[in-house]
């Protein structure tokens, strides 16, 4: 790097300090700082959970997975956008009825008495330092994967036991902690627009420099088919021409692991339902309509626009970069090696932007879990608005150091992405449930969140009990954790009839699982189950048609691509038709 790439990342980081500072007067009390006042439009709210899902890691694992896996090992993360589809159509308005400030205080709504309490307070415990921290962990260690290809560090000892690259990290989050703590969920926000923007401006450079570089789509595609790998450019992990159906197995994905991708690890993960960051950008719009364009804007932006850009660099890399070892490092060394002084400049800020927007997204929602789910529930239930800012800026400092400790134990960004999934697997099923169904207790949520986490990890980590293969390790830990989950609902009893009541008053819950408890209220579901339902398949196909439709465009591959662009054209003219996109709203 250059001094003027130097300087491009001084200014970067100046801008962002003082914007964070300037937001931070719009903090009155804990609804501002953790949800920015319930005032967020859709854009805005579905441009940082775009932004969110897009640290410095992101690149460096989906170049990863190219490397060692081919194109089809990215259904590893595409398979989430069935969930972040229900999450738009269907429980993004319920959300947002809900008016609750976390998912964590979400369960003492939906349930009553002392296993709601227990429920909210182990959950918010687990989401803020464990899970969390864990995704913390990778942002940094990707970080210093980029500073190290950079030559910004090198790991040689400075004094004592730090070196370089710990020296750096404490920088980092002292830079970070300032506008975050200060500024909360506003200027969270309002910094992850401008880095998002960043972000795709430099993954567009380095995807263009890396493409140029290879001599264009055609000659990379031509160089890619000499190293006789089919998995490179399958869009799935298999082969069906004249000679038949044919299993990848070079793609290093099983069978049962690529449909666990598909039709399991979605619905049974712990986001079932949104996801904490996401829920917390939902909970902060004005209104139901706001929340569901807020999913629109981000299922657009991260599947259908930067992930192609990812995938492009990652099989360039393969052409431009053949003695690399560690590929993750496919998406640093090409920017270093192919743009010049300012470009280069530009896309470290992009890097440092894109780090920046989930680090600061997951530390203000980890600290929501901490002071409002915890300190304020069971420790000063009486704090007043300044203490609970108080609170939530220790909070945040806490839950970084964390984070960056845990950064120091992994090498591997792929798997430590993983391990969060196998530990969050199970109680996706109970978390869809509590919405449709009342007799979903409290005691079988907490049941299905804890055993999912722990046979996660122990069949993950564990010498003796760890399930390699990662598709039977996730069938495993949802069948088990069905199984105890089932059998606590089985010998437990229901929720209160006050309970329930005041929930249905609040959400008006859909589908027939609440019909009688509505009835009796005489009150009418805001959404029809059916059309709900209709919206999901629907809405899965123009996801899934628009994105293998793209790839398949790029890759030459023109008998795919129309069939798939086929299937997201006839959805869209369905949906409209029965005009399934117009959506109620709550009128009160």
């Not at 992405?417 to 207790?441: E, K, M, S, Y």
């Not at 293969?469 to 069905?482: C, E, N, Q, W, Y």
Request: aromatic share 14%.
């Amino acid at each position: 790097m250059t001094f003027i790439d130097w300087f491009i990342l001084f200014f970067y980081l100046t801008f962002s300090l003082i914007l964070g500072i300037y937001i931070s007067l719009k903090n009155h009390n804990e609804t501002d700082y953790f949800v920015a006042g319930r005032r967020l439009n859709g854009l805005l709210a579905g441009m940082s959970m775009a932004a969110t899902t897009f640290s410095i890691d992101t690149p460096l694992y989906v170049a990863g997975i190219i490397g060692t896996r081919g194109l089809a090992g990215n259904w590893e993360w595409w398979s989430f956008g069935l969930a972040h589809v229900a999450m738009t159509v269907i429980f993004a308005p319920l959300w947002r009825r809900s008016g609750v400030l976390t998912d964590a205080a979400f369960t003492e709504l939906r349930y009553g008495g002392k296993p709601a309490a227990y429920l909210r307070g182990i959950k918010a415990f687990l989401l803020s330092v464990p899970i969390n921290c864990i995704g913390i962990g990778y942002a940094f260690l990707a970080m210093r994967k980029v500073a190290e290809s950079l030559g910004v560090v090198d790991g040689h000892i400075v004094f004592g036991p730090f070196t370089d690259t710990i020296l750096l990290m404490v920088l980092v989050s002292l830079f970070l902690l300032i506008y975050t703590v200060l500024g909360g969920l506003w200027a969270v926000v309002v910094n992850d627009f401008v880095q998002l923007v960043l972000a795709l401006l430099g993954a567009f450079a380095v995807c263009f420099v890396a493409l140029d570089a290879s001599g264009g789509m055609t000659d990379l595609l031509t160089k890619i088919e000499v190293l006789d790998r089919p998995e490179l450019l399958s869009l799935f992990p298999w082969t069906l021409n004249k000679d038949g159906f044919n299993w990848l197995d070079s793609s290093g994905i099983s069978i049962t692991t690529f449909f666990a991708f598909i039709s399991l690890q979605w619905w049974s993960f712990r986001r079932s339902d949104g996801g904490g960051e996401f829920i917390q950008r939902l909970l902060a719009t004005k209104n139901e309509k706001q929340a569901t364009l807020a999913g629109i804007v981000f299922l657009i932006v991260n599947y259908l626009i930067r992930s192609w850009l990812w995938i492009l660099v990652g099989l360039a890399g393969l052409v431009l970069l053949p003695q690399q070892t560690d590929w993750e490092l496919s998406y640093p060394n090409l920017a270093v090696t192919y743009l010049p002084p300012v470009g280069l400049g530009l896309v470290v800020v992009s890097l440092v932007a894109a780090f920046m927007s989930t680090v600061s997204t997951s530390i203000n929602w980890g600290a929501s879990y901490l002071a409002h789910d915890l300190y304020k529930r069971f420790m000063r239930p009486s704090a007043g608005p300044k203490e609970m800012i108080l609170i939530g800026q220790v909070a945040s400092i806490l839950l970084l150091l964390i984070g960056v400790v845990t950064a120091l134990f992994s090498n591997s960004i792929g798997s430590m992405f993983r391990l969060v999934i196998a530990i969050g697997t199970g109680p996706g099923a109970v978390l869809v449930l509590r919405w449709f169904w009342w007799r979903v207790n409290a005691l079988a949520e907490l049941s299905a969140m804890l055993s999912g986490f722990f046979i996660g990890l122990i069949t993950s980590v564990s010498p003796y009990f760890t399930i390699e293969d990662f598709g039977k390790r996730l069938l495993f830990t949802t069948l088990f954790t069905a199984v105890i989950w089932l059998l606590t609902l089985f010998f437990t009893e229901p929720e209160s009839e006050a309970t329930l009541n005041e929930f249905v008053k609040q959400v008006k819950p859909p589908g027939p699982g609440w019909k009688k408890i509505r009835k009796s209220l005489n009150i009418n579901p805001v959404d029809n189950f059916t059309v709900l339902g209709s919206r999901f398949v629907l809405g899965s196909g123009i996801l899934y048609g628009g994105l293998v439709s793209i790839g398949a465009f790029l890759l030459h591959q023109e008998r795919s691509a129309w069939i798939a662009l086929s299937i997201a054209v006839s959805c869209i003219f369905l949906m409209k038709k029965t005009k399934l996109m117009t959506q109620k709203v709550d009128p009160r």
